[in-house]
């Protein structure tokens, strides 16, 4: 179902983009999710990860090392590194310019000091991105499915349209259950209650330059069991439950902070999996984190000096492959220890 395409082959990469630029016309959302009454008339691109602090810190030439998501000509998704400006990477426009600056002042402009209000905001934040690329991603299938109707021959698109339409529905269903939560947490933002989120907070000793900042269900643990029963699997796929995990990253002060947040009310469902991170070595604990990122997080930069320096075409190539893999199957894992942590 994956389809690669080699950074080389540009025809392919130029028709790629063509066809994804079309797409894109007219999806795209732009509006401040706060939606309150003394919202700013302009609507920023906002970034999800602080540029001036951590962006600044592992940027080359002002270039992030990041994935980027693309369609091929035969309508398959598949994922792709790419460098990105620093400007650019992680924002999406789902803040007016007032509301982007007030709320996420805590942890713009101040150090990092474990408050429980900044984790409050590092995961508040990553919800606030996903709401938003959901529904840019359903406009986006919707659109999708209206192109391969009209564009592909009736095989192809009898072919193709049951998965389409089958991403469309679960799109829909993440959308209301996000909206849900993105509610929920605003009004405690509004209280200063930031008790509704819980935060593991972890740290390795040396400064990487990796960032992330992303929101998922973590479906299956390092060892490949089931974090959840079956009955709660299959109420996940309904949008009844959503035990998500908030991932971030950043370096800071010499050391690499690890932030891992799940709403309270998720706790009984995601405790007994968490635990598991407590009281492991750091190799473990690298592992573990590289497993997660790999996994489900697509939100994610690295310097771009870095990747050069310690990984191999090789590794790179089996880092796409997890990802483009989890496209069409959330289950899929690689198998592969993946350390990001060098
Ligand atoms: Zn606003």
């Given at each position: 179902m994956v389809r690669k395409i080699k950074k080389k082959d540009k025809e392919k990469t130029i028709e790629f983009s063509?066809?994804?630029?079309?797409?894109?016309?007219?999806t795209t959302v732009s509006e401040c999710l706060w939606n309150e009454d003394d919202c700013d008339n302009t609507i920023v691109n906002a970034h999800s990860i602080q540029n001036n602090r951590y962006l600044n810190k592992i940027s080359e030439n002002g270039k992030i090392y990041s994935l980027k998501f693309g369609i091929t000509e035969e309508y398959d998704l598949m994922w792709n590194f790419e460098e990105t400006g620093r400007n650019t990477f992680s924002t999406f426009k789902g803040f007016c310019k007032k509301h982007d600056k007030e709320l996420f002042q805590p942890i713009e402009d101040r150090d990092y000091r474990y408050l429980k209000e900044q984790n409050f905001?590092?995961?508040?934040?990553?919800?606030?991105?996903?709401?938003?690329?959901?529904?840019?991603s359903v406009n986006n299938f919707v659109k999708l499915l209206d192109e391969l109707k009209n564009n592909s021959n009736f095989l192809e698109y009898s072919l193709k349209k049951g998965f389409f339409e089958h991403a469309l529905n679960l799109d829909k269903i993440t959308l209301e259950v996000y909206e849900g939560e993105f509610?929920?947490?605003?009004?405690?933002?509004?209280d200063k209650n930031y008790n509704?989120?819980?935060?593991?907070?972890?740290?390795?000793?040396?400064?990487?330059?990796?960032?992330?900042?992303?929101?998922?269900?973590?479906?299956?643990?390092?060892?490949?069991?089931?974090?959840?029963?079956?009955?709660?699997?299959?109420?996940?796929?309904?949008?009844?439950?959503?035990?998500s995990l908030f991932?971030?990253?950043?370096p800071e002060d010499g050391g690499t902070v690890?932030?891992?947040?799940?709403?309270?009310?998720?706790?009984?469902?995601?405790?007994?999996?968490?635990?598991?991170?407590?009281?492991?070595?750091?190799i473990e604990l690298k592992k573990r984190i590289s497993t997660m990122v790999v996994q489900y997080c697509e939100?994610?930069?690295?310097?771009?000096?870095?990747m050069r320096e310690k990984f191999t075409e090789d590794e790179i190539e089996k880092i796409k492959k997890v990802y483009s893999e989890n496209i069409t199957?959330?289950?899929?894992?690689?198998?592969t220890e993946i350390n990001l942590f060098k």
């Open positions: 063509k066809i994804l630029s079309q797409l894109r016309k007219g905001l590092f995961a508040f934040r990553a919800l606030a991105r996903e709401y938003h690329v959901k529904k840019e509610l929920k947490l605003k009004e405690q933002i509004k509704g989120i819980n935060t593991l907070t972890l740290k390795l000793d040396e400064e990487y330059p990796i960032v992330c900042n992303s929101t998922f269900i973590p479906y299956k643990t390092n060892e490949l069991e089931d974090v959840f029963s079956k009955e709660d699997y299959d109420r996940i796929q309904i949008g009844e439950l959503n035990p991932l971030n990253i950043f690890i932030l891992i947040s799940y709403l309270e009310e998720y706790k009984n469902y995601l405790e007994k999996y968490l635990k598991t991170f407590e009281k492991i070595d750091e939100n994610v930069g690295f310097s771009p000096k870095y199957n959330t289950l899929y894992m690689s198998g």
